[in-house]
């Protein structure tokens, strides 16, 4: 079945750069989302389609996806960033799948 | 503005019936796929299946045998029924929008969430 896999967690400095993986078996050819999930709410989709931003979320979130790899970076990172990300694609065989969780810390 | 609102009983016995029921407020309905997504306490997201408007159905393959999604399009709800559920059941569970294109959108918007709590 198709899985995806992130680092458990990945700390950052205040105003620096934050990049999280998502590795997957061919993920390069599927499309990947990214949601953040702050303590206690509901998950908040970040990024879709590899790259693109829904509106309101602010433009130091940005997307990448090649190969088995897709990655979300956040420049500039804030203490409002701290969260919970979890990276999601479908596979046509396994439906929708959500990779196993980064926490982000900003120290 | 899409509000996506859940309700359902939040403390059940191990073998009840798990009944989950979502309303969508505002926004589009038809043209959405519509999905159900549960979250362990402490533990990552968990896909349990979705549904269209018109009724097509895909399921997580190792949910499938007890898990029923299903539409009603007049009253803008989807509801989640889990048959025969043990303490690994137990664990938020939220309804999720996904727009157009329906493999690459994502969940654009998701519901409150709701505490199911398996417990003898």
């Known amino acids: 079945s198709f899985e995806l896999t992130q680092p458990p967690s990945v700390s950052v400095s205040l105003g620096q750069t934050a990049r999280i993986t998502c590795s997957g078996n061919?993920?390069?050819?599927?499309?990947a989302c990214w949601y953040q999930q702050r303590p206690g709410q509901s998950p908040v989709l970040v990024i879709y389609?590899?790259?693109r931003r829904p509106s309101g979320v602010p433009e130091r979130f940005s997307g990448s996806n090649s190969g088995k790899t897709a990655t979300l970076t956040i420049s500039g990172t804030q203490v409002m960033d701290e969260a919970d990300y979890y990276c999601?694609?479908?596979?046509?065989?396994?439906?929708?799948?959500f990779g196993t969780g980064t926490t982000v810390t900003v120290v | 503005q899409m509000q996506l609102q859940q309700w359902g009983a939040g403390l059940l016995k191990p073998s009840e019936t798990l009944s989950l029921t979502c309303a969508v407020y505002g926004g589009s309905f038809s043209g959405y796929y519509w999905s159900w997504i549960r979250q362990p306490p402490g533990k990552g997201l968990e896909w349990i299946g979705q549904i269209s408007h018109s009724g097509n159905t895909k399921y997580k393959s190792s949910l499938k045998s007890r898990v029923t999604i299903s539409v009603d399009t007049s009253k803008r709800q989807v509801s989640l029924k889990m048959t025969s559920v043990t303490a690994a059941d137990t664990a938020v569970y939220y309804c999720?929008?996904?727009?157009?294109?329906?493999?690459?959108?994502?969940?654009?918007?998701w519901g409150q969430g709701a505490l199911v709590t398996v417990s003898s």
């Open positions: 061919y993920l390069g050819e599927k499309y």
């Open positions: 389609q590899d790259s």
């Open positions: 999720a929008s996904n727009p157009p294109p329906y493999d690459s959108g994502g969940f654009e918007k």
């Open positions: 999601q694609a479908w596979d046509s065989s396994s439906g929708w799948v």
